[in-house]
């Protein structure tokens, strides 16, 4: 649980900081009159669907932080009485997931590059980038898809071992993740594709989803990484 | 600019237009609200109903067969999994958070009323998926509200067949939905405030219901992996949590999994989960009692602190729930030590609430009992887990009638108080009309004498060694027989307390259409909920013009003015609250 702990504990600390930087010690009691001028130049802050998507990045972290201290604490049985019930058999991981990780990279680099673009008003570089982003993120989830059948057809079952178990899990999660962020997606990219392109409102569809992109990314990047390393 | 497009423009108002729009499909915070408050409420008379079987056979062993030991751990799953997770946590956080953040922060709405609509439904797929379980094949779980590992899925224990798996996917079902209920909560606290209401100028109210929503979001998904795994190893055969184990003389198939990570994880979300549903109460007693004793909160910053405080220390004891499970024994000294500083910042609530009633003018009205009887249960269910977090103590109590006590007395009575005080306090909000004064004084005497003629004896009954979770305590030689006349007792308090409950609900109804027309402010209170153009508030809350906050929630007891206390959004210099021109 110490990883778990450790992510909650980042998370809370920023929590904190960012309520002290909000003046948590504001003396309310005192401050009788008018409202003061930082708290209205605060209501003018970020849009709500961007800190929405940030608490929400933050309930996802929290879930796979979890899923992976369950994976070390399971891989790691205690040594009770001197009988070892280490269980874990290494999975051997197709050599696919390098590619599915230059999709994925590519993906997020189309995002970024739409994202920027509908910022300059390059509406047809915009449309490129996020077809590209989308297609690969789809590319993406084809080739995890191909990685299973190749396990399966390596005797590498779900029963038959906790690593293979937690691959699937892993990797089916984080798929399911990517699944709802097309879903979105597609809406914002078909509001590009009927001429809404310039609008205030698709311009920050697209950015929220290249933050999720970009989440998604590092979190493949971590599960892939652990999954190489163990 | 997010000011001004979430809080006062009109055209993202979806407008109801239809009684299907307005009262089912609604967008709108207040009818979700209470869409939420009467689900909550009729799976919690399920629940209740669930304990009165309970009741009946530990209070009158061998009188009533139709309860087989089957159906007694049946009740005790489903009893405490619905009283937790299906009542409390959407009665708190869906009900009274829906209803009280965009009121008391002065915002037309949530800031996502669509997502804020789904997530209603979505719970409502939940409740209806655990109802399913008690007409599926089998029957619901067995398993005890934790749902331990390898007995949970193994065959034997009651609901193996179906009622786990019913469970568990209705578990996964609420914990989305909560999420979609989540997000609308701290994004409209942080984001959709009007102006003026800065953070420190928020009732402690919203402060309890916005900390136990960042809690909920971040401990949720430790039940929702757990639940994950659990579904895996009962249908995929995994071994995630199965050790090897043989079910009724064969091998199940799993090997080598760990009971105790599971144990790990859900108490993970388990122990937050208490002050997920202490936190809206701290809040809400805070925030009646200050009203009804005409002061001022005592210590306004210790209280949010403390808020604060409690929760982050909430996530890191949660293994005092485990001394007994086999885990290192030095993690006990660590959980002992966090679990008596988290008795640090919850004395200090507990202090100033006492403190603010200290001459003041106290009026027991009816939400102000209620009130007044949760720091008498809170204090004393507070009090026996500061035995309970001691590992030597811990021991031989556990699993024992003591350990009930302790938790109905602090997560269970506790919290159902501040929820019956809080319907009396904001019905009148919510249809224009006061309740009952008679009914509610009868029903809040008969509840608190009742939960204690119910609770207190549990704990002698607990130091006795008398067991918990026995479908019947035979003739063991260190029971006397006092204890089964005390057990009988017991349930025909308990008999008491659930009937008086229809008091309330009869109150309710009743004064829908019977009830004194209530007024805008029938309390003389100084939140901005009781300062709506009208009430019932209609769709958009404030009329053409948001409020403007000009003080603190607690401005009571004023002199030279012509009531004792000001509203947040009256200007200081007295003119009629004036609002703010966008």
């Known amino acids: 649980m110490n990883l778990f702990v450790a992510t909650v504990a980042l998370v809370a600390g920023i929590f904190v900081w960012w309520l002290a930087v909000r003046r948590l010690t504001t003396k309310s009691w005192e401050a009788q009159g008018t409202y003061d001028g930082r708290d209205t130049a605060q209501l003018a802050g970020p849009a709500p669907a961007r800190i929405g998507l940030w608490v929400f990045l933050a309930v996802v972290s929290s879930f796979f932080a979890l899923f992976i201290t369950a994976y070390f604490m399971r891989m790691n049985p205690a040594v009770v009485k001197g009988v070892d019930l280490r269980d874990w058999r290494p999975v051997t991981e197709p050599g696919i997931l390098w590619v599915n990780s230059v999709l994925l990279i590519a993906g997020s680099c189309g995002m970024q590059l739409a994202s920027s673009a509908l910022g300059r008003g390059k509406f047809e570089l915009a449309r490129l980038g996020m077809l590209a982003g989308g297609l690969c993120a789809i590319a993406f989830l084809a080739g995890q898809y191909l990685a299973w059948r190749q396990l399966q057809a390596a005797g590498y079952y779900a029963a038959s071992n906790p690593a293979n178990a937690f691959f699937y899990v892993l990797t089916g999660l984080h798929g399911l993740h990517l699944l709802g962020g097309l879903f979105v997606w597609a809406r914002a990219a078909s509001r590009m594709y009927q001429g809404q392109a310039g609008t205030g409102s698709t311009r920050l569809s697209v950015e929220l989803c290249t933050v999720y992109w970009h989440y998604l990314l590092l979190i493949w990047l971590v599960l892939f990484g652990l999954l190489l390393s163990t | ?582």
Request: glycine share 10%.
């Open chain 2, 1 to 582: 600019m997010s000011y001004v497009a979430i809080a006062d423009q009109h055209t993202h108002l979806h407008d109801p237009q239809t009684f299907l729009t307005k009262y089912v499909w609604s967008q709108d915070h207040k009818v979700i609200a209470i869409q939420y408050m009467v689900t909550a409420m009729a799976i919690g008379l399920v629940a209740i109903g669930l304990s009165m079987m309970m009741r009946l056979q530990l209070g009158f062993p061998e009188t009533f067969h139709f309860i087989n030991p089957s159906n007694y751990y049946q009740f005790v799953t489903m009893h405490g999994m619905i009283m937790v997770v299906y009542l409390l946590t959407a009665l708190f956080l869906g009900g009274f958070g829906n209803y009280l953040i965009p009121l008391m922060c002065g915002a037309r709405d949530m800031v996502f009323p669509y997502l804020n609509m789904v997530s209603y439904w979505v719970y409502l797929l939940a409740v209806l998926v655990l109802v399913a379980s008690f007409f599926a094949p089998g029957g619901p779980t067995g398993a005890g509200w934790t749902l331990y590992p390898p007995q949970a899925i193994l065959a034997g224990t009651p609901g193996a067949d179906w009622g786990i798996t019913l469970m568990l996917v209705s578990l996964i079902i609420f914990i989305v939905g909560f999420t979609m209920g989540g997000l609308n909560y701290v994004v409209t606290v942080l984001q959709a405030r009007c102006r003026g209401m800065t953070l420190m100028r928020m009732p402690l109210s919203v402060w309890g219901i916005f900390m136990a929503t960042v809690l909920a979001l971040l401990a949720f998904p430790a039940l929702l992996v757990s639940a994950i795994m659990m579904i895996l190893d009962n249908h995929l055969g995994t071994s995630f949590f199965m050790p090897a184990v043989m079910s009724l003389g064969e091998p199940t198939g799993h090997k080598g999994g760990s009971p105790l990570l599971f144990q790990h994880l859900f108490w993970f979300f388990g122990h937050p989960e208490v002050y997920i549903v202490a936190l809206p109460a701290f809040g809400i007693v805070s925030d009646l009692i200050s009203v009804n004793s005409r002061r001022h909160i005592f210590g306004y910053r210790m209280m949010v602190w403390a808020i604060v405080a409690i929760g982050a220390l909430s996530f890191v004891v949660w293994a005092h729930h485990m001394y007994v499970s086999g885990m290192n024994p030095y993690f006990g000294f660590f959980f002992a030590t966090t679990t008596l500083i988290i008795a640090i910042p919850t004395a200090l609530k507990v202090y100033n609430w006492v403190l603010t009633l200290w001459r003041g003018d106290v009026h027991l009205t009816v939400p102000m009992l209620f009130a007044i009887g949760f720091v008498f249960t809170f204090i004393n269910g507070g009090l026996t887990g500061l035995f309970l977090g001691n590992v030597t103590v811990d021991v031989p109590l556990s699993d024992t009638y003591f350990v009930v006590a302790h938790f109905h007395m602090v997560m269970g009575v506790s919290p159902v108080l501040v929820v019956c005080g809080a319907i009396y306090h904001w019905y009148p909000k919510m249809t224009g009309r006061m309740t009952s004064e008679t009914l509610g004084k009868l029903h809040f005497w008969l509840t608190f004498f009742g939960t204690y003629a119910i609770f207190l004896p549990m704990h002698y009954l607990g130091i006795l060694g008398l067991p918990r979770r026995y479908f019947a305590m035979g003739d063991t030689y260190f029971i006397p027989d006092s204890v089964h006349s005390m057990n009988a007792a017991i349930s025909i308090a308990a008999l008491f307390v659930a009937a008086s409950q229809l008091i309330f609900l009869f109150n309710l109804a009743w004064s829908l259409k019977h009830g004194k027309p209530a007024g805008g402010n029938p309390w003389r209170a100084t939140t901005l909920e009781w300062q709506t153009p009208e009430t019932p508030p209609r769709h958009g809350n404030w009329g053409p013009e948001l409020p403007v906050v000009y003080r603190w929630a607690y401005e009571y007891g004023a002199t030279g003015h012509k009531e004792d206390f000001v509203p947040q959004n009256e200007p200081p210099d007295g003119r009629i609250a004036a609002t703010h021109h966008s």
